[in-house]
């Protein structure tokens, strides 16, 4: 997702375009050296051969010193730069063109200080209280990029955190950039039946499947999954191929966890009926690839996690959701139910007949949304988001030549939202079972102590040391 084309390919020949239209550039003597270049290739092969040699050098000379030139005009503040706190892109320094405005994007933390620096982008997952850019001039523009779960880092799901932040890219709709759908390609793939697996060859399928699959190697995740699917599979059976719960095994090639987008794989769960799609956290818009991968294949999914999934289903009738308060058995019940009537089950993949996608919703999500997903032909988010905050710098850029007053952006505490984690009451605290099932809770309740130093540190705008954070989160 994240593969960027390199600072080299991208950067140098659009200066080359620039220089060549440029009368006063350096590379005008060279192209007074073309004709002679013809006169020479009547020489002897070896004479154009050492010809050639040095006409390569002088090339890539005049490209260097053009670079220098460039950076000679960012140095000058020509175009504003925009400072990644984070190796995400891994690019040292590329000029980013969005429509009519450029920026500079750069990771390298060195232009910090620099004064044509004007945004600092974040992203969530490695969001360090190490090292901010602090102090914090007025004029600089924080933008945020999380897109992940927020077990990945719990201190920003806190308003003392989010609204340090002027612009936001995040699961939540409610986010400058949202990126709700970002695991869902198109509407083609949803209501592609490409894999489905006609019911009457699943019910035969059902003497040697169970009604249902599991597939999960991210064992007892805050949304505490393990604990549901455990006390379920005392109900109906399940086949569990991940490596949590584990009951059946994958074929040999398919076990690696980079094998879930294979056809093979999806061969495999397109025979099933439903597929247990349970997220790792439960929050809102908090929808990941776990929901979409069923609906694409043909099958139901049973869905716990994010508790406005509704608003994304493609209708109203696509998937068996799972509340919060929902008891295994009663849901074995249900599924039961489906399994051994043809009528029912087929009502939950009627969705995927022609025109049948009924949510206006995610309709309009699909059509409106700038980026693309795995789509060589469309921008991908991060490119996007990048482009968001240069528009936004350049227009305060702009309105202050004009001698307006600069806009101001923040970001909500809604921008990035989730409830402390909660296991399922039918099985009280954590067991020696699962280890893990006991950490979710207190770390987020540190995570909460966490912010508020951050966010005193942030306000006092002076740097800060590991140490006194630690102490200050552990002050009372
Ligand atoms: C970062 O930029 C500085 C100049 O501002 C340069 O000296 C340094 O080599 C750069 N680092 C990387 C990793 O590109
Ligand atoms: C589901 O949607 C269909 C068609 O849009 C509508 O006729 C039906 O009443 C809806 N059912 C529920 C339970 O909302
Ligand atoms: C960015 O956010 C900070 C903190 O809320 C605020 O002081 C500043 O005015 C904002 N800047 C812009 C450009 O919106
Ligand atoms: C804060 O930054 C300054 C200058 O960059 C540095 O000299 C100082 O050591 C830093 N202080 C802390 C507490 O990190």
Redesign the pocket.
């Given at each position: 997702m994240l593969n960027k084309s390199g600072i080299i390919l991208e950067y140098f020949p659009s200066n080359l375009l620039m220089a060549q239209s440029d009368p006063e550039s350096k590379l005008s003597s060279a192209d007074a050296l073309v004709p002679r270049s013809r006169e020479m290739a009547r020489l002897s092969l070896k004479r154009l051969f050492v010809f050639s040699l040095c006409l390569s050098a002088l090339f890539f000379l005049i490209i260097t010193l053009q670079a220098v030139v460039e950076l000679g005009q960012f140095e000058g503040g020509q175009y504003p730069f925009i400072v990644w706190w984070s190796p995400l892109t891994g690019e040292t320094g590329r000029l980013g063109e969005c429509g009519r405005n450029k920026c500079f994007f750069t990771i390298n933390k060195t232009y910090h200080n620099h004064p044509a620096t004007q945004a600092f982008l974040f992203y969530g997952t490695d969001f360090n209280i190490d090292s901010l850019p602090l102090p914090?001039n007025?004029?600089?523009?924080?933008a945020l990029f999380h897109e992940e779960s927020p077990k990945n880092n719990y201190k920003l799901f806190h308003s003392p955190v989010v609204?340090?932040?002027?612009?936001t890219a995040t699961f939540s709709h409610f986010s400058h950039l949202p990126l709700v759908t970002q695991h869902l390609e198109s509407l083609e793939l949803l209501t592609s039946l490409a894999h489905l697996v006609p019911l009457s060859q699943k019910n035969r399928l059902r003497r040697t499947l169970a009604p249902l699959a599991y597939v999960q190697s991210d064992c007892d995740p805050p949304s505490d999954r393990d604990t549901f699917v455990r006390e379920l599979m005392r109900h109906i059976q399940v086949d569990s191929y991940g490596a949590c719960l584990h009951n059946r095994d994958l074929p040999a090639g398919l076990r690696d966890s980079t094998a879930m987008d294979e056809r093979g794989f999806h061969r495999i769960l397109a025979r099933y009926k439903f597929v247990l799609a349970f997220e790792n956290a439960v929050c809102d818009d908090y929808v990941t690839e776990k929901l979409w991968r069923p609906l694409k294949l043909g099958v139901v999914p049973v869905y716990y996690g994010a508790p406005n999934v509704r608003a994304w289903l493609p209708s109203n009738r696509s998937a068996v959701v799972v509340g919060p308060d929902e008891a295994p058995e009663r849901l074995a019940r249900l599924l039961r139910r489906l399994d051994e009537n043809d009528d029912e089950y087929e009502a939950y993949l009627e969705w995927k007949r022609p025109g049948r996608v009924t949510n206006q919703r995610l309709l309009a999500e699909m059509q409106s949304r700038k980026w693309g997903v795995q789509d060589p032909m469309r921008e991908n988010y991060i490119d996007v988001f990048e482009c968001m905050v240069c528009d936004?710098?350049w227009e305060?850029l702009n309105r202050r030549k004009e001698g307006l007053t600069?806009?101001?952006?923040?970001?909500e505490a809604s921008h990035l939202r989730c409830p402390p984690p909660r296991t399922f009451a039918f099985s009280a605290g954590p067991t020696g079972r699962a280890t893990l099932r006991g950490i979710w809770g207190p770390s987020y309740r540190q995570s909460e102590k966490e912010a508020r130093a951050l966010r005193l540190f942030a306000d006092r705008n002076k740097n800060f040391t590991v140490g006194q954070f630690w102490k200050e989160v552990f002050a009372d």
């Open positions: 914090r007025a004029d600089h523009h924080w609204t340090l932040f002027n612009h936004r710098v305060n600069p806009k101001t952006w923040r970001a």
